[in-house]
């Protein structure tokens, strides 16, 4: 289990970050790769940080299970828990790769408060705000699913709670910036991660 665990997340990763990073290059000029937001040790920098280790984590998890190094946890360890797992996590990397080719040419992985551009409502974003955020906690729970050790779910929990200080603290105070009452409305209309779910009440 843990070197299909490791087999999905470089087919995530490659697909996920790799092949868009390059298709957003090919398409603009740019990678889409804005870096982490804020100054040094600010809330901002903290959710970009905590992150990057989140998905560290997320792949030393069944790297160590694989060697033997931890165990995973014997509550977990069923035939329909890891098959959920892998369910899990392919449809996490089709739902990712669904939402940035929804996104188009406003895909970035990070926020410039210095670019402008286009707000989303269609695809996916016309029933979650955050899709590609969605997929990813599909992903990184198939993840949990498959090597249920300690460390995949110290990983996870951070990875969800920087997703959200990463969407409340960064990217839609930054949207409000640029978008404004359109950004509102949007907000008001569609759930943040769940559809339904976490919506702003319009100003």
Sequence with gaps: MATIALILFAVFAAVGFGWR???QHRRT???GFKGI???????????????VVALIGAVVAPALQLAGVIAALPILIAWWIQL??????VAGTATMVW?????????????????TTTLVRTGLFGRVRN???????????GLVLITPNI??????????????????????????????????DY?????????????????
């Design 151 to 184: 460390l995949a779910l110290i990983a996870f929990a951070l990875l969800a709670g920087t997703i959200e200080l990463q969407v409340r603290v960064v990217e839609e105070p930054y949207l409000l910036r640029v978008h404004g009452r359109a950004y509102r």
């Design 37 to 51: 937001s804020g100054q040094l040790g600010s809330v901002e920098w903290l959710a970009g940080v905590g992150f």
């Design 84 to 89: 959920t797992g892998i369910v899990f996590a």
């Design 131 to 141: 899709p590609v955020f969605t997929a990813m906690l599909l992903f990184g729970a």
């Design 99 to 115: 939402a940035q080719l929804d996104m188009g040419d406003s895909w970035r992985i990070g926020v410039d408060d210095g670019e």
């Design 29 to 31: 000029g740019s990678t």
């Design 21 to 23: 990073s390059w298709e």
């Design 187 to 203: 907000a008001a209309t569609v759930g943040r991660f769940i559809p339904g779910v976490g919506r702003r009440i319009a100003h």
